[in-house]
């Protein structure tokens, strides 16, 4: 049974570091992980040049790389909207645990991660589905779990009390 939790908060608060350091300890409980990231505007994993990006800028709509290591499938929206999270979370194989990464409007259980020196304004107070907050200052009265950034057993076990099962969240 998959299960589903975001990471959400402002740019340079931290996400992908503690994306990073919670995925090998989630592996250390023996928990199988996979990512969902948004990215920002015209991202591009390809890149001139290679047959692939040649591919795609003929116009194709879909190309898929294989290696003996891994493959990876691009799909070009071509003028269509930006395909909304479920969607893009029907993409991705049975694994225990599926943690997002942005996507910070969609309805779905989030974790706040805060960096103080960021300056930023705090989301919980102004999102219901922030569950649990993972900040390196204390929040001004948050009703809502809170660990530090750098407790990442803590923060493993908000992860997995607050997850909620991708099937809970596709019903939505």
Do not use: C
Not at 37 to 65: C, M, N, T, W
Not at 94 to 111: A, Q, S, T, Y
């Amino acid at each position: 049974m998959t299960r589903l939790i975001g990471l959400a908060g402002w740019s340079g608060a931290g996400k992908t570091t503690l994306m990073t350091r919670l995925i090998p300890a989630m592996a250390a409980r023996g928990i199988g992980v996979s990512t969902l990231k948004h990215a920002h505007h015209a991202f591009d994993i390809d890149r001139p040049g290679k047959d692939s990006y040649e591919h795609r800028a003929a116009g194709a709509r879909q190309v898929l790389v294989a290696s003996a290591h891994r493959w990876a499938l691009m799909t070009e929206h071509r003028g269509q909207p930006e395909p909304p999270l479920k969607a893009l979370l029907a993409q991705l194989a049975p694994v225990d645990l599926v943690i997002v990464e942005g996507f910070k409007r969609d309805h779905h259980p989030k974790i706040e991660v805060h960096r103080g020196a960021n300056g930023k304004p705090w989301l919980h107070p102004e999102d219901p589905h922030i569950v649990a907050i993972a900040s390196d200052v204390a929040p001004p009265e948050a009703r809502l779990p809170v660990a530090h950034l750098d407790e990442i057993e803590g923060i493993a076990d908000l992860v997995l009390g607050h997850a909620i099962t991708l099937e809970a969240f596709l019903r939505r």
